[in-house]
């Protein structure tokens, strides 16, 4: 073997090799997105066992995204991820997750509820509801929503640096090859966790005695198995730099802080940025409120509008790799933006005027269905298009600042749709009498705007060639 065949054939090359990094990756944010959603379900028994009213659940919902949106976390874990690589800030983003979780849980756990800690914490942060108060915190909140806040607060800091490390990670072992099949696939996987939760959550909380902190147990502790597969995946990555020659992934050309104005100055990823935002809006929030919409819609238990929902993410894991497949070799990516916004305006005012009025268990799962194909056609296609507008070295970057960007309406919409869903429910205590389609009209609405963008998107790709359209694979 020549010296040049050795430069050329690395793990990368290897289908098993690079397949097996994937699979480290995604299942790390596979538990990642079971404990993002873990409380979704659960929505009526924190309200009969720890006081959550619908604002309080809101305002928990948006915590997550709160450090990555206001002290800019997000942009320094992309600056990290640029100066120290993919390794060390897999394992980092882990870490974090892990710490946030473990918070959390003791947040709703019996040993915190009623304890002299507990009456401490309800002196915390009793901030009046004034124009200035952004942060998730007010007057009155229960204690073990604050508490449950800043664990949440600490482990989105971690997931959300864990997937613009994964998203990095994937483009270095598959440019080149199967790039969007293979962010299809961890997208996938990662869905698949949304859908565990929702199946699994309500029936681990209900295993006598009832209690509504053990599946936040169960997810903490897969949690500690995710950071041993990011810890495995290190290893594999440093094997491929030392074969490809280098034990720096930018040791050439290093990142500095001065190219961020390289990506905040293009036009076509603000608007992909923004198009980001306003389809994750009107996604990840409606994940937290949609268990609690079908039980109010249909009279279901949790249970059953968990096996309903279900069919949410396991249909889009099962679509996602398939479009990253024909987006590789066929192309299409501006078009699919389009068509994913149309399904996800369809299923939205299906869920708002349709549901309502029919109460049928077809039609939920009509919208149900809509949404998980929206869900499978707009990340298949916008995150492998993200390396197409800029370049490789401020990847991490770019990743970063779409996250951010992302994270503002994260963190603003569930607390906005947990006011419009208790202002639009006057009077209303029973957490399954709730009437949800001021809620659903606003998410349809984000929908519009996202179309808007995508049609801007696929002219600019027209007018200035950035091949959205055309595929991965060379």
């Not at 679509?319 to 497949?325: C, D």
Request: aromatic content about 12%.
């Amino acid at each position: 073997m020549t010296v040049t065949d050795k430069l050329h054939h690395t793990l990368r090359d290897s289908a098993a090799a690079r397949w097996t990094a994937l699979v480290l990756l995604a299942s790390a944010m596979f538990f990642g997105y079971i404990f993002m959603d873990i409380l979704s379900p659960l929505q009526s028994l924190l309200s009969e066992h720890r006081g959550w009213d619908p604002t309080a659940y809101g305002h928990y919902a948006g915590s997550e995204t709160f450090l990555n949106v206001f002290v800019f976390f997000l942009i320094f874990a992309g600056i990290i991820l640029d100066k120290m690589g993919v390794r060390f800030t897999a394992i980092l983003s882990g870490a974090v997750m892990l710490a946030g979780a473990a918070l959390n849980w003791y947040a709703v756990s019996d040993a915190f509820a009623g304890s002299s800690f507990e009456a401490t914490v309800s002196g915390w942060l009793n901030l009046p509801a004034a124009w200035w108060n952004v942060t998730p915190f007010y007057e009155g909140m229960p204690a073990s929503a604050k508490l449950s806040a800043l664990g949440f607060m600490g482990f989105g800091c971690g997931v959300e640096m864990a997937g613009i490390t994964v998203s990095r990670g994937i483009v270095k072992w598959f440019k080149g090859k199967e790039m969007a099949l293979a962010m299809g696939v961890e997208m996938a996987i990662a869905r698949i966790g949304v859908a565990v939760v929702a199946l699994g959550s309500p029936v681990v909380a209900a295993i006598a005695p009832e209690s509504v902190s053990r599946p936040v147990a169960v997810a903490v502790v897969l949690l500690a198995i995710g950071l041993i597969s990011l810890i495995c995946y290190a290893f594999m990555d440093k094997r491929l730099e030392v074969q490809m020659g280098t034990n720096d992934e930018e040791k050439d050309d290093p990142f500095k802080v001065s190219d961020l104005g390289m990506i905040f100055s293009s036009k076509v990823f603000w608007i992909v940025s923004l198009l980001c935002v306003l389809y994750y809006s009107a996604i990840f929030p409606f994940q937290k409120y949609a268990i609690n919409m079908l039980q109010c819609n249909l009279g279901y238990t949790a249970e059953q509008a968990g096996w309903v929902f279900f069919v949410f993410p396991l249909g889009a894991a099962a679509i996602t790799p398939m479009l990253g497949n024909y987006l590789d070799r066929k192309g299409k990516g501006a078009s699919m933006l389009m068509l994913g916004a149309i399904l996800m305006i369809v299923c939205h005012l299906t869920f708002a005027l349709v549901l309502p009025a029919t109460q049928s268990v077809v039609v939920a799962y009509a919208g149900i269905i809509l949404l998980g194909i929206s869900f499978s056609l707009v990340p298949a296609a916008l995150w492998p298009s993200v390396p197409k507008l800029v370049d490789n070295r401020l990847l991490g970057s770019a990743y970063a600042v779409i996250f951010w960007i992302q994270n503002i309406g994260l963190y603003a919409f569930p607390m906005l749709i947990g006011s419009v869903l208790q202002s639009s429910n006057p009077g209303v205590t029973d957490p399954l009498q709730y009437n949800y389609t001021m809620p659903m009209l606003l998410f349809a609405s984000l929908g519009v705007f996202a179309l808007i963008l995508g049609l801007w998107l696929k002219a600019e790709d027209k007018r200035k060639g950035y091949g959205l359209e055309e595929p991965n694979m060379k």
